[in-house]
């Protein structure tokens, strides 16, 4: 679908977007604002589902929230709704065109004697004035923003041709200095909603990344008397090992894209260094041999190379690494500080912390192009991280000098905030899909 | 010696002289002559013990630049634990050289006592990088002290970088306060 010829359509719609930018889309622990949208964001209308208003979640306001977050749509308020269709007989195309709107998203939420609902729901297509798809699903009550996240995906990827990644989860470091263990590290769905810790602890935690089926994470805790260790750690069944405690920094893991390694940082020799480690082996290559600081490794999609963080040049700046024959030549060349890069999923763009009269902003580098664009305008930005269908890099950042998340379209042009409720919330990583 | 030349350093020097010579102290030889030839003359008052030839630095000002070779952050015993740093910098301050040789003879003197050097960074740039910073500060702790003669077994490096602050603001003093190398015994503690 073409997003660029709706540009002209935004200002019959105008007033409406106005009142919904902002606007408070999800009450949980972290909470969601679409900051910025894009000004050709296509206008949708969700019509509330029939039975929702009853159900423990309402999956037509989460598809709606779902659409807003992704900042590509531009929901049209329930209360501007000329009609309500309940299904596609009841579907009146004018109502809709009158006001702008170019898809009507319909459906039901009927409870069901084994205790679960059935969730159905219709897209129309307003200009062609046909249905585009449609789908049932009988979930549990607890797998009900599942399904609402399940339907954003299949309608996010039916509109844009790029799979949605409303169904993946972030993880993330809190820090909260007035408990009693002020680190904790959490996952949550990507709307913020249904957040699960999985450790807590008096040491810092550092630097956690997924595995890449979403089963395992892996991260540097220094619970174990203060120093650091590279732990992974199974989501559902909580097994954690210890995979890395040598003298010296033990940081940065990442996971290679066949799970079988991990990519980290170790200085172990004498200064930070990459090292490769296989997991099931325990056997470890070195792959860096320099002695200014070499870290912040990340894999590129080919299992081949990693680009990550070497100060070599004086400052750090960011370079791609060859694992076989361990060539290393460099990749970012604007300013004097590049560092803690991320790879989009295509391989085609390194997302990386740039800093720019002494703000720290996330950098967008087209390897195609050669292009470099600076995403972010607040300071202290980092730890930037790319969704699954790299149309989002999550970040963290400072709001009056507490870290928040964010989130940034590829393209800078739209712009989320996660703001926590209490203490820190950085280090953002997006899951792969799951 | 670099650090010598800097102004600052000089200025301290300075300081510190202008101290010894108008605040005579307890271990200071002219001052006990001048003690013993008042005897007979007039009563005593008795001089308040202090600590030995501590400067006055009250009239260097303590701002985030300066704060790193501050002579008020190091009283030259091992009761100093924290060596500050400037920014972007590992070079131990020359401000902290009598604090690091107080904690070099207390170690080759208790070779029972150990240290663990916590390399610390402020928040500024990404936060393994500031791991790999941090190293580097505590490895010029390090090499300070082995240089002292002290044993390498009685020495062990953490880095932090910014994950544990001792300032949690995000003013230049804070960040001053957060680039350091925090000496904790962890055996042997004077």
Known sequence: MKLEYKAQKIWRIGLAAILMFGAVMARAELLIRVTEGRVDAVPIAIVPFEGAQNAPEDVSQIVQADLHRSGQFKPLPAEDMLSRPRNESEVIYRDFRVLGVEYIITGSMKA?????????????DVNRQVKLMSETYRPPVSQLRDVAHAISDRIYEQLTGIPG???????????????????????????????????????????????PNGRKVAYVSFEDDGMPAIYTHDLATTNREKVSSFRG??????????????????SRDGNPEIYMLDIASKQLTRLTQHYGIDTEPRWLPDGEHLVFTSSRSGG????????????????????????????????????????????FNVGVQDLQRGTFNIVTRTDMDESPSVAPNGSMVIYGTQDRGTGVLEAVSIDGRVKVTLPSKEGEVREPAWSPFL | MRSFLNPLFALMLAAALAACSSTPTEDDSSATDDMSQQTDTSPVTPVEPSTPSKPDTSSIPLTADNFYNHPSNYDGTTDSR????????????????????????????????KVRLEGHADERGT??????????????????LRVQGVSS??????????????????????????????INYTAGRP
Do not use: C
């Open chain 1, 112 to 124: 069901q004697e084994s205790g679960g609902y059935e969730v159905s729901y219709a897209l129309f």
């Open chain 1, 165 to 211: 990644a409303f169904s993946t989860k972030i993880l993330y470091v809190t820090h909260n200095r007035s408990d009693k263990n002020p680190f904790q590290l959490q996952y949550a769905d990507a709307d913020g909603h249904r957040v699960t810790t999985i450790l807590r602890s008096q040491e810092p935690i550092m630097s956690p990344t997924w595995s």
């Open chain 2, 127 to 144: 936060r393994e990088y500031n791991v790999a910073l941090s190293e580097r500060r505590s490895k010029a702790v390090e090499k300070f």
């Open chain 2, 82 to 113: 924290v060596i500050y740093f400037a920014f972007d910098s590992n070079t131990v301050p020359a401000a902290a050289f009598e604090t690091l040789r107080a904690h070099a003879t207390y170690l080759k003197n208790n070779s029972n006592a």
């Open chain 2, 153 to 182: 077994s009685q020495l062990e490096i953490v880095s932090y970088g910014e994950e544990k602050p001792a300032a949690f603001g995000h003013s230049e003093m804070d960040w001053a306060k957060n680039r350091r190398v925090e």
């Open chain 1, 249 to 266: 920094i033990n940081g940065a893991p990442d996971w290679s894209p066949d799970g079988q390694k991990l990519a980290l940082t170790l």
């Open chain 1, 316 to 359: 750090p700046q960011i370079y791609k690494l060859n694992i076989n024959d361990k060539s290393v030549r460099r990749v970012s060349f604007e300013g004097a500080y590049n560092a803690r890069p991320d790879v989009t999923p295509d391989g085609r763009y390194l997302v990386y912390v740039h800093r720019r009269n002494g703000n």
